[in-house]
């Protein structure tokens, strides 16, 4: 049986339908899909631990690519090597265009170019939260108390306040959004700083 995960983060703003369209061509019969960060471990991601559950002997499991797997390299190893030893799958990451396990002849140079790549991707994730860390500092320096992090917040009309403090508690907040025509989200921001 093939099965697909595929995972975004939390955290952002990412859908699966990138991940989807690169499964599309691959007749996965059972996807998985989770919404949580990559630093957790993928033994305790609750979907990824479900569909390792239903796997048997030569199935397979496509991911996207490894990141959607894990993001630490340690993490990674260690789940593949689970899979592939024992659960005896055959691993397949789609963008790295790598195959582990399975029926795979290649299984010792596979393994070799996928610690490879794997080193790679951790390094450039490292990188990234570096350069990050770094730009936070400088900008932390330049602007002193004014540095903050996170979009500011969007001015709500005080008649919009009005108008949802006196909609809150008789309406869903659904309906209060569709009243006033503005996003959930300042909906919500609203109801949190003047209704509670």
Known sequence: MRF?????????KQEFFRQEFALQ???IEKLYEE?????????TRPEFEKMVAELSAGDEVYFES?????RSMQDLIDTTNMLVKKKKVKVVFLKENLTIGGDNNNDAMAT???NIMG???QFERDLIADRTKQGL????ELLGDAFKIGREKQFVEPSVIETIK????TCSVSEIQRRVGISRRIVDRVIREECK
């Open 112 to 114: 070799l170019i996928f």
């Open 166 to 169: 006196s909609l809150y508690g």
């Open 137 to 140: 500092k400088a900008r932390r």
């Open 119 to 121: 080193s790679f991707a």
């Open 66 to 70: 490894m990141s959607r797997m894990a």
């Open 35 to 43: 919404k949580i960060s990559g630093t957790k471990k993928a033994s």
């Open 4 to 12: 697909g995960y595929i995972r975004v983060s939390c955290a952002d």
């Open 25 to 27: 061509d691959h007749q």
